[in-house]
């Protein structure tokens, strides 16, 4: 069973870019929802997407969009990148008839 | 205003003996409630859940305990081992993957 994978690992981009964070969920889920996790905090949830359509937004603006791919595989975009955006971004794959979500490894992004 | 809360930020106990990781939540709608375990480098990864319905989830040497009239839960972990410090995250979800999450509690076990 493969399991939550996230690309890429490490990311520096300058203030005002936009940024693209690819993430592909576990085999046989169909859920994935994106956390973003600031240095000495928790995990905070920008989104979700079921089936390829958003199913619920965290406390986030609009620069923070997302898609998901019929491959159940999903991305997260944020344009006008500001020096707060930087954080660990989290993807996470559940599925309906689960509790828990699986989490990937993280991408750590930094913008200077 | 932060719906969950882990009060400690650090915890540390000695190998054999029994850790508690405590949180608080405040909104009474949370249908679950899970802890999370992070090494360095790592995402979550899930450890133990508690239906909103019970009140005592064990899995091993973990066992949850949930108080719904104080919206309170704790995580014990008996024996504690070295390979246990980590840390941990409390969460409260209403749906399989929206999660919120508290800010984490760092368990050191000394050998």
């Known amino acids: 069973e493969t399991g939550v994978t996230q690309s890429p690992t490490h990311l520096i981009k300058t203030r005002g870019q936009q940024v693209t964070l690819r993430c592909s969920s576990q085999?046989?889920?169909?859920?994935v929802s994106w956390y973003q996790q600031a240095l000495g905090q928790g995990p905070q949830f920008i989104f979700q997407y079921y089936r390829e359509e958003e199913n619920g937004r965290g406390n986030f603006p609009p620069r923070f969009s997302g898609l998901q791919f019929p491959n159940y595989s999903s991305e997260l975009n944020v344009n006008a990148l500001e020096l707060d955006d930087s954080a660990l971004y989290l993807c996470?794959?559940?599925?309906?008839?689960?509790?828990?979500?699986?989490f990937g490894q993280g991408t750590r992004l930094t913008v200077v | 205003d932060q719906q969950v809360k882990q009060n400690s930020p650090s915890l540390s106990v000695q190998e054999g003996r029994i850790s508690i990781l405590n949180c608080d939540y405040t909104n009474s709608m949370f249908d679950y409630f899970l802890w999370y375990k992070k090494y360095p480098a790592e995402g979550p990864t899930f450890l133990i859940s508690?239906?909103?319905?019970?009140d005592k989830n064990e899995d091993g040497r973990f066992t949850v305990f949930l108080n719904k009239s104080a919206k309170h839960l704790s995580l014990h972990i008996v024996p504690s081992q070295p390979g246990d410090s980590a840390v941990y995250f409390c969460?409260?979800?209403?749906?399989?993957?929206?999660?919120?999450f508290g800010d984490g509690t760092t368990l050191t076990v000394k050998p």
């Open positions: 969460a409260a979800s209403r749906n399989a993957g929206k999660s919120t």
């Open positions: 508690i239906s909103s319905i019970k």
């Open positions: 085999s046989g889920h169909n859920t």
């Open positions: 996470a794959s559940s599925s309906r008839e689960q509790t828990e979500a699986f």
